[in-house]
């Protein structure tokens, strides 16, 4: 973007595009978590199924009628299957966080639409009155931090 | 060493010792001048080397300028470096506020505004916190675009202000340098008066102080002798000593061609004495 339309960004404009994207974000999330809970549930049942079978050669393995191969193998399934578990219930975790996220973000600028942004825009103000920005701010902290130490 | 000296006075012995005086006092008015013009140059040479120092920052302290150099090409660039300090400190003031130059404020902003605007996919989604932090920059960032779009003056007069300084320092400089060309010119000058002053003053001394009887050409008579391998009779070996050199006994009275200034009289006696020879009385019978 040219300097001159990044000067012509307001506040509220840029609030709703923020919005727009979070709402479209937001009407993703349900089928998406859908997607990732029927994941899930095939993960946990796979992984239920490989652990009995891996217990029952187990068990049976003390009357020398099992190979040894068997067992390995059947451990090999269940650690796969195990894994798979875990990243799908970390990806349905995720989009849980993402819906909660969502919905916080999206009520918090929608209250900031209304032109209650002020906060936000609390070092501009500073910049715009002949204050020190920020970085310069940050600049004289790690100076003085280096100073001391 | 009488014939090096007779040409290194060559021009002066037709004159007469008054018109001779009267160069040598010449000769002393004009050095005289030259030093004091020379006095000048240094002191002006002088003031332009502090100047193109203080010009380039190589010191901080202005040159101390006189009626002379007032409303000259150093006052000039005294005048445009304290304009091109005011320029700087100005400028140092707002990168020091705003840290960020230009350009990375444009880019920072784009790269913020992209943050905030562009679509998220369920699986790469970013947090309220990362959003608020983006839109607090992006707004202040928009205020030092529009300081830096306020103040565009600020490094147009500090280029400014700098390209006039480094015309008029180079001015100062060539000048500097004619200055050099003129001190070497006049110490030049200076020497050869001096020379021939000292000349005139060697001259001058040599004619009040010379003897009444000046030293006689060289007698080739007395070289052949001498180289013959013969003796020197007492009455000429008497007149050596007189007169520094051999001359013919009958015309060593004779009138000499420069003007006497002064009579000096010879401490030495002109005759050899010789008592009789002192013998034992028994030898003497």
């Not at chain 1, 970085?135 to 280096?146: F, I, M, P, T, V």
Request: glycine letters at 2%.
């Amino acid at each position: 973007m040219q300097a001159r339309e990044l000067l012509s960004v307001l506040p509220a404009d840029l609030i709703k595009s923020i919005l727009a994207r979070r709402e479209k974000l937001a009407a993703q999330l349900p089928k998406e978590l859908e997607l990732r809970q029927e994941e899930n549930d095939r993960a946990f049942q796979l992984a239920k199924a490989s652990r009995e079978e891996l217990k029952a050669l187990q068990a049976e393995s003390s009357n020398s009628k099992v190979n040894e191969e068997d067992i390995l193998k059947a451990q090999h399934t269940y650690d796969e299957n195990e894994q798979f578990r875990r990243r799908s219930a970390s990806r349905l975790q995720t989009i849980k966080n993402n819906i909660s996220d969502c919905q916080e973000a999206i009520s918090f600028w929608q209250q900031l639409a209304d032109g209650e942004w002020g906060h936000l825009l609390e070092d501009a103000e500073r910049v715009r009155v002949g204050g020190a920005s920020s970085y310069s701010e940050a600049k004289r902290l790690n100076s003085e931090k280096e100073e001391r130490a | 060493m009488s014939s090096k000296s007779s040409s290194l006075f060559a021009d002066l012995q037709q004159k007469e010792t008054s018109e001779v005086e009267a160069m040598y006092e010449t000769s002393l008015a004009q050095l005289s001048a030259t030093e004091s013009q020379l006095l000048e140059l240094y002191k002006k040479k002088k003031i332009h080397s502090e100047t193109i120092k203080f010009a380039v920052s190589k010191t901080l302290q202005a040159p101390k300028l006189d009626q002379e150099t007032q409303g000259d090409l150093v006052e000039l660039a005294i005048e445009q470096k304290a304009d091109f300090d005011a320029c700087l400190a100005r400028r140092d003031a707002l990168v020091e506020r705003l840290v960020l130059p230009r350009h990375r404020v444009l880019h920072t902003m784009g790269d913020f505004y992209e943050k905030l605007t562009a679509p998220l996919t369920p699986s790469d989604s970013t947090s309220l916190a990362n959003e608020m932090e983006y839109f607090s920059r992006f707004f202040e960032l928009q205020a030092i675009l529009e300081i830096y779009t306020e103040e565009k003056d600020v490094q147009s007069s500090l280029h400014r202000a700098r390209t006039n300084l480094l015309e008029t320092v180079k001015a100062v400089n060539k000048n500097d340098r004619r200055l050099a060309q003129l001190i070497n010119q006049h110490r030049s000058g200076a020497k050869a008066q001096r020379m021939e002053a000292g000349r005139l003053k060697a001259y001058l001394e040599k004619v009040n102080a010379a003897p009444v009887n000046p030293v006689p050409e060289p007698n080739p008579e007395v070289n052949e002798r001498l180289l013959a391998g013969e003796a020197l009779t007492m009455e000429e070996f008497a007149s050596m000593l007189e007169h520094g050199g051999l001359t013919e006994l009958e015309t060593s009275n004779a009138p000499s061609s420069k003007p006497k200034q002064r009579q000096k009289k010879s401490m030495r006696t002109s005759q050899p004495r010789r008592g009789q020879r002192q013998t034992s009385p028994r030898k003497r019978d």
